[in-house]
């Protein structure tokens, strides 16, 4: 949706959708290696899930600004429990998913976020994959947006473009 608006508005160039590799230290890499020379105020992310958890990390190491739809916050503990084969939603590579997986991401763990002016919120209540809750608590002070229903692909996304962009 926001390549759509981008392209819409004549801007195609402003936006970048990477297809993440599945290891958590080589997305972040990669990601690093993507905003390496841009100045921090010219830069925002929006990230879903797994994809707002890097979208925090990269706002607190880098300064940049982000946008987090239905975080997951402290992933390596989700995802202990996770481990075996998986498919990449968007590429469909199959691959497995393993402790090293867990620990790269635990190499990530924030306690807290130090700068929450940098950080907009969005939640569903209705999110049926993370409680909506743990992200309320963890993102305390950031600028939150929480939508009654909905779900983990966050249902009212589009109504929210002109806010992500404004922000």
């Known amino acids: 949706m926001l ?10 160039d402003e936006f ?18 993507m905003l390496e020379g841009h100045a921090p105020e010219a830069v925002k992310l929006v990230g879903s ?4 958890w890097y979208a925090t990390v990269l706002a607190e190491r880098l300064g940049v600004r982000a946008v987090l739809v239905n975080p997951a916050v402290h992933p390596a503990l989700l995802l202990a429990s996770a481990l075996g084969e998986h498919t990449n939603y968007n590429t469909g590579e199959r691959y497995q998913f ?10 990530m763990e924030l ?19 993370l409680d909506y809750r743990t992200a309320q608590t963890f993102y ?3 600028r939150r947006v929480v939508v009654q229903g909905g779900n983990h692909s966050f249902n009212s996304f589009a109504a929210h473009i ?6």
């Open 162 to 167: 002109p806010e992500i962009i404004a922000f």
């Open 111 to 129: 306690t807290a976020i130090t700068h929450p002016e940098r950080l907009m919120v969005l939640l569903e209540t209705g999110d049926e994959v």
């Open 49 to 52: 899930s797994l994809g707002g």
């Open 3 to 12: 390549g759509h608006y981008f392209q819409h508005i004549g801007h195609p």
């Open 98 to 107: 393993t402790a090293m997986h867990v620990q790269e991401l635990a190499d």
């Open 16 to 33: 970048k959708c990477p297809d993440l590799p599945h290891r958590p230290a080589a997305a972040m890499n990669m990601l690093e290696s």
């Open 140 to 142: 305390r002070g950031c």
